[in-house]
């Protein structure tokens, strides 16, 4: 979807959206009285925002905290060689590593920057000695440890 795609949306949409963002378990006859539509009527407009492509999903938001993952780090990868077949084989193993929630493909000076979660220091060295060698021709990875997560969100501005 284009960034112009957001235009199709209506002041109605948006407000769904923002809703179920916010309130990601409400049921569609409590979102149909917020809105004051009918219960089929709402459950037509979903069904359309998810056909369309706007709402991807619905998942619950774990906290890794508590499930054991205390670090948080950024690891930037910068890799010698550029073909595209090594840039697929590259990516393909990046996607497979659980410990791996982000993986960007970016500009500048590195080649990716991932956001990984990791259970203590142990973790972090087994995952950049067994998981990142499995990487080919990276020729440095820089990591960072996040001291404290300051603005972390899944809603997105949505204009209204």
């Not at 002041?11 to 569609?28: A, H, K, P, S, Y």
């Not at 690891?75 to 982000?102: F, K, M, W, Y």
């Not at 440890?145 to 300051?150: F, L, Q």
């Amino acid at each position: 979807m284009d960034h112009h795609s957001e235009d199709l949306l209506d002041d109605l949409d948006r407000v769904i959206l923002n809703l179920l963002q916010t309130e990601g378990r409400i049921t569609n006859v409590a979102l149909a009285r917020r809105i004051t539509l009918s219960p089929s009527a709402t459950h037509a407009r979903l069904w359309l925002l998810e056909e369309r492509g706007y709402i991807q999903g619905y998942a619950a938001l774990l906290n890794r905290e508590r499930l054991g993952y205390d670090m948080l780090c950024i690891v930037q990868i910068g890799r010698q060689v550029h073909t595209h077949a090594d840039i697929q084989r590259s990516q393909n193993i990046l996607e497979q590593i659980p410990e791996v929630l982000e993986c960007f493909h970016t500009t500048g000076e590195f080649d990716y920057i991932l956001k990984v979660i990791l259970r203590d220091r142990g973790d972090l060295e087994r995952f950049l000695v067994d998981r990142l060698t499995q990487v080919p021709n990276i020729a440095r990875i820089q990591t960072s440890v996040v001291i404290r997560e300051v603005k972390s969100t899944t809603i997105l501005p949505l204009m209204q």
